[in-house]
């Protein structure tokens, strides 16, 4: 059964530096987006992007946050410059079409830890 | 504005009894509605959707959920529980799109736990 892949699975990073969570998503949807959830609070949504680009951003999602598709099989959330807030569990999704009709498939998660 | 609410933080259940994950949800028209399973050390895991049709929707292991318009809820059900049913469950909602936003909305989490 095809599935979402993330890497890495935990990634410990300095306050300040730069990290790139990668995503593999399922290869015949066209709908990627990246959810957070922090330590024993409920999962939030950060972005959402189709057709190579940002389709919707939460308020969470601000300039240090980017994403990209940088060919046809990744997709990537880059924080810029990590603050200790940042630390979270970070999910990756993606879906046929709009959620409403196929629903999303979530990722197995990256777990960010930020010193 | 759309919005989840699980109302319990935990729900514990003996094995083999029947058990009700509770959600209620709020959006401006008409909901799609979701639920997730996150099992430790996992992701989450898509288990069942409501967009339209017979208010009881069917999915993955067993589970069930009533839609519920009048009461604006999406209870989770399972006539028989499992042990391994024990996570973490996840009700989520979108409201029916007027453009391309395809953001979910989670609630907080219930967390499952089945007595042997």
């Known amino acids: 059964e095809p599935e979402v892949t993330q890497t890495p699975s935990h990634q410990v990073t300095q306050m300040g530096q730069e990290v790139i969570l990668r995503c593999v998503p399922i290869s015949n949807h066209l709908y990627f987006y990246w959810y957070r959830q922090i330590l024993g609070q409920k999962v939030e949504f950060l972005v959402s992007?189709?057709?190579?680009?940002?389709?919707?951003k939460s308020e969470i999602f601000d300039d240090q946050f980017s994403v990209e598709r940088p060919d046809g099989s990744n997709f990537t959330l880059k924080i810029r410059s990590t603050k200790l807030e940042d630390s979270a569990m970070y999910f990756c999704a993606s879906s046929e079409g709009t959620s409403g009709r196929t629903g999303q498939f979530f990722g197995p998660g990256t777990r960010l830890t930020v010193l | 504005a759309q919005s989840v609410a699980q109302p319990e933080d935990q729900v514990n259940v003996a094995e083999g009894n029947p058990l009700t994950v509770k959600c209620t949800y709020s959006v401006s028209g008409n909901p799609y509605l979701f639920w997730y399973v996150q099992y430790p050390n996992r992701g989450l895991q898509f288990l069942l959707k409501?967009?339209?049709?017979?208010?009881l929707v069917k999915g993955s292991y067993g589970f069930e959920a009533e839609f519920n318009k009048s009461q604006t809820s999406f209870h989770l059900k399972k006539p028989s529980a499992l042990v391994s049913d024990s996570a973490l469950y996840f009700c989520?909602?979108?409201?029916?799109?007027?453009?391309?936003?395809?953001?979910?909305?989670f609630g907080k989490g219930t967390r499952l736990h089945i007595l042997p």
């Open positions: 992007f189709y057709n190579n680009e940002i389709s919707e």
């Open positions: 409501y967009i339209t049709g017979d208010n």
């Open positions: 989520a909602v979108r409201d029916i799109p007027m453009n391309r936003d395809d953001k979910i909305i």
